[in-house]
Every structure is written in structure tokens, then in C-alpha cells.
């Protein structure tokens, strides 16, 4: 369920509180979680992208946002673009810590 532009006007211009939950369910935000759990939701969230590709993840961030602007070709097309030069970069190392069973490095000294 996406807010709306009805929500979004009321919630900024009426300054409305809602709850987390609904948050979640409107599509605000993207989790959630009790007081107590923050700090580990946080240092999985952090674990997480630490083995992470930063390359990879700028351009999930880049392509994401232009989503909403593009068609379906030109998104295919960016896509193809990404995977073009990311599979190179990412590929070998992905797999041999996979085989390795260890957590990739994706730093650019490596």
C-alpha cells in the first residue's frame, strides 16, 4: 500500500502523528522494531552492507531513484548497463568467498 498524496499532504501540512506500524504499512518507512531491539537491528542492517559491494549499492540507490523517471526500455537498458560492468567487478570474489565460506571483500585494495 503506497501513502498517497492525500496522506503525504495531510501528515506535512497537518503535522498528524501516526504510528510505526502504520509507517510501515503505508510504505514510509521500511521496518520497524521495539525500543530494545534497535540497536540490534541496526548492527545487522550495518553488518549487512559492511560486506556489501559499494559499488553495487551506489548503483542500486542511483537506479532506484531513477526508476519512477524512466520507461521500461531505458530501465531494462540502465540494468543491462549495471550488470554489464558490475558482473566483472564483483563476481570473482563473490564466488570465492562463497567456496571459502567467508564473507566477501569488496574494497577497492583488494
Do not use: Y
Not at 69 to 85: A, F, I, V, W
Amino acid at each position: 500500500v503506497r501513502a498517497g498524496a492525500a496522506r503525504a499532504r495531510g501528515i506535512a501540512m497537518l503535522g498528524g502523528r501516526i504510528t510505526a506500524e502504520q509507517a510501515v504499512d503505508w510504505g514510509l518507512i521500511w521496518q520497524a522494531v521495539d525500543d530494545d531491539e534497535l540497536d540490534a537491528a541496526v548492527d545487522a542492517v550495518t553488518a549487512t552492507l559492511k560486506r556489501s559491494s559499494p559499488t553495487a549499492m551506489t548503483r542500486i540507490r542511483s537506479t532506484l531513484a531513477q526508476a519512477a523517471r524512466n520507461t521500461l526500455s531505458e530501465h531494462l537498458d540502465l540494468e543491462l548497463h549495471h550488470q554489464r560492468d558490475l558482473i566483472p567487478l564483483n563476481l570473482a570474489e563473490g564466488a570465492a568467498a562463497f567456496v571459502e565460506k567467508r564473507d566477501p571483500d569488496f574494497s577497492p585494495t583488494r
